[in-house]
C-alpha cells in the first residue's frame, strides 16, 4: 500500500512539472501570438491590442500560467488560430482516429510479441529463437517512417491490396457512434465497411506496432526463461501434467507481469509514433494535426495536444506501476 | 587488482578490466564486423566532399528521377540514380551520412557529459540537490521522447541545430540516471570513505574516485542510446523539422521521395536503408560492447 501512495504523491509534482513545461514551451516562444493570429488580416494597433487583452496576453506570466491551468481543467484550450474553432472541439474531432490506432497496434504488438517471445523461450537456441532474435533487432533499428512508406509501396503501389491513404473508403461512411470506425461499423451492420476500416487501418498499425513489439518480445523471452527455470514449473511437470499446460497455463501467466509494465511504458513510443505514422499514411488523427499546427504556427493547439500527450503518458505509467503491485505479491509490502 | 590469483592459484593476466573487455569484445567478430560498418560510415562522413561523386546539391532537370543505374534509363556516372531535382542520389547519401553521425554523436556527448554531472551531484551530495534533480528527471519522463521534441521544436522553430538541442534536453535524463544510481551505491564503498577519511573534498571523489569506477557502464549505454538518437533526427527531419533545403538529410531524403513511390521507388529507398544500416551496425556493436564490460553478461 505504501507504494502505492508514495506513487500517488509523485503524481501530483509530476503533472504540475509537466503542466508548467508545456506552459512554458508555447510562452517562450519568439514571435506576437497576436500577429500570428491576425495573419494577413489588415487591423489597426487598436484592434490588436484589444484582441491581446481578450487573450489575456497583457498579464504576467505567472497569472497567465493560472489561468492556463484553471482554463485546462476545464478542457478550455482557447481558439486554434487557423481553424477559428475552441481547440478543444478541434482535438476532440480527431482523437478517436488517434485512439483507435494506437489500441489497433497496441494490441497487435501484444499479439505478435507475447506468442513469439514464449515459442522463442521454450525452443531456447532454436531456430524460431535465432530468427525472433534478428527479427527485434531489425525492429528497433528500422525507422518506422521509412519501414511504412515500403509498406505502401509493396501492398498499395505494387501489389494494390491495401488502400494508400485515409481511414474508409467512399461510400462505406457509418453514422458515428464512438468515433472508432471498426466498432461504429459493425454497431450500423455493414460488413462491408468494417471489412473497408480494417485494410485502412492495417498498414498504419503494423507500422506503429513493429517498433513496440520488438522490446517486448524480448522481456517475455527473459521473463519466460526466468520462469522455465522455477521450481513450480518443475514441480508442475513432475506432477505429471501436459507440458504444454504447464507452459500455456502456468509458466505464461507469470511471466506476463514485466511485459504488462513494459508494454505500458512503451505506449511512450505509441504516442510519439502516431505524429510519424498519422503523417506517412494520411491518417486524420491528433499526430498529424500536431505536425500541421506546428507549420501553420498554431500554438494553442500545439500547446494542449502536447499537454494532453504527455498527461495521458504519465497517467498509463501510474496506472501500470500501481496494477504491477497489486498483481505482484513480492512487490506488495 | 592487477595481481590476482584465481582459486586454482594461477596467475591471471595483470590487465586492467577495460583491457580484459576490449579482449572480449574482440573475440565477438559480428560486434567486430558492425562497428568497422560504423567505423567506415563515419569515414565517409568525414571525407564526403572528397568521395562523393557529385555536388550533392546540383541539380539537372534533365536527370529528374533518372533510375539506379541497373535499370534502363539509368547510367554509371549516377549509380543510385536521382532525385526529382536531378540530385545525384548517391553524393546526396553520402553527405546525409554527415548530418545524422554528427547530430547522432554531439547530442550523445553533451548528454552524457550534463547526465553524468548531474547524476554524481545527486547521487552524491543527496539532500535538497538530489531532490531538485530527480523531480526534473521525473518531469521529462513523464513527456512521450517525440512528444517533447515536437513541443519544444514548434517553439525553437525547425532547424538542426534546435533538434540537436531539443534532444539533448531530453537525453541527458538516461545518463543521470544510471549515473545517480551507480553513486548511491559507490558512495557507501570502503574506497570512498578512504579518499574521504584522507581529506578529498566531494568534488575530488566524485570526479577522481567514483566517475573512473562507474564509466564503463554509461558508456556502453551512450552506445546504445545513439542508435536510438539517430533515428529520432531522422524521424524530425523526415517531418521537414531538422535541416532545411537544399541541405541533404537521410530523413528528409525519404520525405522527397514519398511523392514518387509510384514510379520512382529509389528516392527514398536508399536513404531509408542507409538509416537503417548505421543504426542495426550501431545496436550490434553496443550490444557487443554491453556483453564484454558488463560483469552480469559473462560468467
Not at chain 2, 553520402?94 to 548528454?111: D, E, K, M, N, Y
Not at chain 2, 514519398?258 to 544500416?277: H, K, N, P, Q, Y
Not at chain 2, 554491453?290 to 560483469?295: E, G, K, V
Request: proline letters at 6%; hydrophobic letters at 55%.
Amino acid at each position: 500500500m505504501g507504494r502505492i501512495i508514495d506513487r500517488l504523491l509523485q503524481l501530483g509534482p509530476v503533472l504540475l512539472g509537466v503542466t508548467v513545461i508545456v506552459f512554458l514551451m508555447i510562452t517562450l516562444t519568439p514571435g506576437d501570438p497576436v500577429e500570428i493570429m491576425l495573419g494577413d488580416m489588415k487591423s489597426s494597433p487598436e484592434q490588436a491590442e484589444v484582441l491581446r487583452r481578450d487573450m489575456g496576453l497583457d498579464r504576467p506570466p505567472v497569472e497567465r500560467f493560472f489561468r492556463f491551468v484553471g482554463n485546462a481543467l476545464q478542457g478550455n484550450f482557447g481558439l486554434s488560430f487557423f481553424h477559428r474553432r475552441p481547440v478543444s472541439e478541434v482535438i476532440a474531432e480527431r482523437l478517436p482516429a488517434t485512439i483507435e490506432l494506437t489500441l489497433a497496434a497496441l494490441l497487435l504488438s501484444l499479439l505478435i510479441s507475447i506468442p513469439l517471445g514464449a515459442l522463442a523461450a521454450v525452443h531456447k537456441g532454436g531456430w524460431l529463437d535465432r530468427t525472433a532474435t534478428v527479427g527485434s533487432l531489425l525492429g528497433v533499428s528500422l525507422p518506422g517512417f521509412w519501414f511504412g512508406i515500403l509498406l505502401i509501396m509493396l501492398f498499395s503501389v505494387q501489389l494494390g491490396v491495401l488502400p494508400v491513404s485515409g481511414r474508409i473508403g467512399y461510400g462505406y461512411e457509418v453514422p458515428a457512434v464512438t468515433g472508432l470506425l471498426t466498432i461504429d461499423t459493425l454497431l450500423a451492420g455493414r460488413l462491408d465497411s468494417f471489412l473497408q476500416a480494417l485494410r485502412h487501418l492495417a498498414l498504419p498499425a503494423i507500422t506503429l506496432a513493429l517498433p513496440m513489439a520488438a522490446p517486448l518480445m524480448r522481456v517475455t523471452r527473459a521473463s519466460m526463461l526466468d520462469v522455465l527455470r522455477s521450481d513450480y514449473v518443475t514441480f508442475a511437470e513432475a506432477k505429471g501434467l501436459s507440458r504444454r499446460r504447464v507452459l500455456w497455463r502456468h509458466a505464461l501467466k507469470n511471466a506476463l507481469m514485466p511485459t504488462v509494465t513494459i508494454a505500458a511504458l512503451e505506449t511512450g513510443s505509441l504516442l510519439g509514433g502516431n505524429m510519424i505514422v498519422e503523417s506517412v499514411f494520411g491518417w486524420p488523427g491528433l499526430g498529424r494535426l500536431v505536425v500541421e499546427s506546428i507549420f501553420a504556427r498554431n500554438y494553442p493547439l500545439v500547446q494542449a495536444a502536447v499537454l494532453l500527450y504527455a498527461v495521458t503518458y504519465v497517467l498509463l505509467n501510474f496506472i501500470a506501476d500501481v496494477a504491477y503491485t497489486l498483481l505482484n505479491p513480492r512487490v506488495r509490502l | 587488482m592487477s595481481a590476482a590469483t584465481d582459486v586454482a592459484g594461477t596467475a591471471i593476466a595483470a590487465r586492467s578490466p577495460a583491457a580484459e573487455g576490449f579482449a572480449r569484445f574482440l573475440e565477438n567478430r559480428l560486434a567486430v564486423a558492425c562497428a568497422l560498418v560504423v567505423l567506415a560510415m563515419v569515414l565517409l562522413a568525414i571525407g564526403a566532399p572528397w568521395f562523393a561523386p557529385h555536388d550533392p546539391n546540383e541539380t539537372d532537370l534533365l536527370r529528374r528521377l533518372q533510375p539506379p543505374v541497373w535499370l534502363d534509363g539509368g547510367e554509371w556516372a549516377f549509380p543510385l540514380g536521382c532525385d526529382a531535382l536531378g540530385r545525384d542520389l548517391l553524393s546526396r547519401l553520402i553527405h546525409g551520412a554527415r548530418v545524422s553521425i554528427s547530430v547522432g554523436t554531439v547530442v550523445i556527448l553533451f548528454a552524457t557529459v550534463v547526465g553524468i554531472a548531474a547524476g554524481l551531484l545527486a547521487g552524491y551530495l543527496r539532500g535538497w540537490v538530489d531532490t531538485v534533480i530527480s523531480r526534473i528527471v521525473d518531469i521529462l519522463l513523464g513527456f512521450p521522447y517525440l512528444i517533447f521534441a515536437i513541443g519544444l521544436m514548434a517553439m525553437m522553430g525547425p532547424g538542426l541545430h534546435n533538434v540537436a538541442i531539443t534532444l539533448i534536453a531530453k537525453e541527458w535524463v538516461v545518463p543521470c540516471r544510471l549515473v545517480r544510481g551507480e553513486t548511491l551505491a559507490a558512495r557507501e564503498m570502503e574506497y570512498v570513505e578512504a579518499a574521504r577519511a584522507i581529506g578529498v573534498g566531494p568534488f575530488g571523489i566524485m570526479i577522481r574516485e567514483i566517475l573512473p569506477n562507474i564509466l564503463s557502464p554509461v558508456i556502453v549505454v551512450a552506445t546504445i542510446r545513439l542508435a536510438h538518437v539517430i533515428i529520432l533526427e531522422a524521424s524530425l527531419s523526415f517531418l521537414g523539422l531538422g535541416v532545411q533545403p537544399p541541405i541533404a538529410s537521410w530523413g528528409s531524403m525519404v520525405a522527397d521521395g514519398r511523392e514518387f513511390m509510384l514510379d520512382a521507388w529509389w528516392v527514398s529507398t536508399f536513404a531509408g536503408l542507409a538509416i537503417l544500416v548505421l543504426v542495426l551496425a550501431i545496436n550490434v556493436a553496443s550490444q557487443g560492447l554491453r556483453d564484454a564490460f558488463d560483469p552480469r553478461f559473462h560468467d
